[in-house]
């Protein structure tokens, strides 16, 4: 989403989050798992990470992972060691957003938390971000 206020404009971290996902386009979905990792308020439980897996058209594979931890970084892995590119979006403070007249705290950049060997690629998913990988 893109708000705009006179000849300001801001990019809200939903404008990340959604051209991230663009890859998952015309795409078809690929069956994958993720267990293990929750996460909590109040006494309630539920899954830290959701994720979500396809392949193009090129044979390359694309994964989402969102963690919605406040607390808590998680480590997977996934069966493949090839990354052609990665991304993250996520910022120090869970409760930054982005705002007119002022710098992006939450942005779209470079990921760099993963090590591929042994066609495996273990990622380590920072507290509330969203990370892209593509694989070959």
Same mark, same amino acid.
């Given at each position: 989403?893109?708000?705009?206020? +006179?000849?300001?404009l801001v990019k809200t971290p939903t404008y990340?989050?959604?051209?991230?996902?663009? $890859?998952?386009?015309? &795409?078809?979905?690929?069956?994958?798992?993720?267990?293990?990792?929750?996460?909590?308020?109040?006494?309630?439980?539920?899954?830290?990470?959701?994720? &979500?897996?396809?392949?193009?058209?090129?044979?390359?594979?694309?994964?989402? #992972?969102? @963690?919605?931890?406040?607390?808590?970084?998680?480590?997977?892995?996934?069966?493949?060691?090839?990354?052609?590119?990665?991304? #993250? #979006?996520?910022?120090? @403070? $869970?409760?930054?957003?982005?705002?007119?007249?002022?710098?992006?705290?939450?942005?779209?950049?470079?990921?760099? +938390?993963? &090590?591929?060997?042994? +066609?495996?690629?273990?990622?380590? #998913? $920072?507290?509330?971000?969203?990370?892209?990988?593509?694989?070959?």
């Open positions: 989403v893109i708000l705009t206020d +006179g000849a300001y990340y989050v959604l051209k991230m996902f663009v $890859p998952h386009h015309d &795409s078809m979905l690929v069956k994958s798992e993720l267990w293990g990792f929750d996460t909590g308020v109040s006494g309630k439980r539920f899954p830290a990470l959701s994720h &979500s897996v396809t392949e193009g058209g090129d044979g390359t594979l694309f994964a989402t #992972i969102a @963690n919605s931890s406040l607390d808590d970084d998680c480590e997977l892995e996934i069966n493949a060691d090839k990354v052609i590119s990665a991304q #993250i #979006i996520s910022s120090e @403070n $869970p409760r930054d957003y982005n705002d007119f007249r002022k710098e992006e705290k939450v942005t779209l950049s470079e990921y760099s +938390g993963y &090590s591929g060997h042994d +066609g495996k690629t273990v990622l380590t #998913i $920072p507290k509330c971000s969203v990370v892209s990988v593509k694989f070959r």
